[in-house]
T-cell receptor, first 117, second 111 residues
């Protein structure tokens, strides 16, 4: 199956700093990439949908100025958590879709565990 | 009410048992349906798609009832390695679709 990588796999940072997470589709071109957040024992919550070359579409309640998404190419999307605070500590997962906008399988990255001190 | 609802469990079953998970969704515009598996601290992995006609993949059988907005997953002859959280996932929309994840059902298979 298609492979999606994320970097870093985990990060610990001080409150107030910014953290960038990269999501790459390694062996295919992803029309669309998705960013999710998962708190312990909760479901994945879609944060935003990004299409290459256009602005991301954010879900209600997700601050676009805090969670900056850049999708510069068909194989790379980045999520920057700006001025991170402890409540931003979570598991961030990206996924890449093929054959969209009709729904097809999403391929998930391994996730990035963010801890903000 | 959540758009996709699952019994959180946990389900504790012995090896070899048959276990069934249920999921309901509230948005009738939902178009696609999936079961994913998520191991602890890992990303979700697609287990199987779910079709109205029902589909089977080895020990796993999935069913969809659009009228009742209900999805099920049956696992036969449970293995220790089946221990995981099973996520019910619903997709909808055409121009700007979304995937909605259930909170998951935890399964523990014990020897």
């Amino acid at each position: 199956g298609a492979v999606v990588s994320q970097h870093p796999s985990w990060v610990i940072c001080k409150s107030g700093t910014s953290v960038k997470i990269e999501c790459r589709s390694l062996d295919f071109q992803a029309t669309t990439m998705f960013w999710y957040r998962q708190f312990p024992k909760q479901s994945l919550m879609l944060m935003a949908t990004s299409n290459e070359g256009s602005k991301a579409t954010y879900e209600q309640g997700v601050e676009k100025d805090k969670f900056l998404i850049n999708h510069a190419s068909l194989t790379l999307s980045t999520l920057t958590v700006t001025s991170a605070h402890p409540e931003d500590s979570s598991f961030y997962i990206c996924s890449a879709g093929v054959g969209l906008p009709r729904y097809n399988e999403q391929f998930f990255g391994p996730g990035t565990r963010l801890t903000v001190l | 009410r959540k758009e996709v609802e699952q019994d959180p469990g946990p389900f504790n079953v012995p090896e070899g048992a048959t276990v069934a998970f249920n999921c309901t969704y509230s948005n009738s515009a939902s178009q696609s349906f999936f079961w994913y598996r998520q191991d602890c601290r890992k990303e979700p992995k697609l287990l199987m798609s779910v079709y109205s006609s029902g589909n089977e993949d080895g020990r796993f059988t999935a069913q969809l009832n659009r009228a009742s907005q209900y999805i099920s997953l049956l696992i036969r002859d449970s293995k220790l390695s089946d221990s995981a959280t099973y996520l019910c996932v619903v997709g909808r929309g055409s121009g700007g679709f979304k995937t909605i994840f259930g909170a998951g059902t935890r399964l523990f298979v014990k020897a």
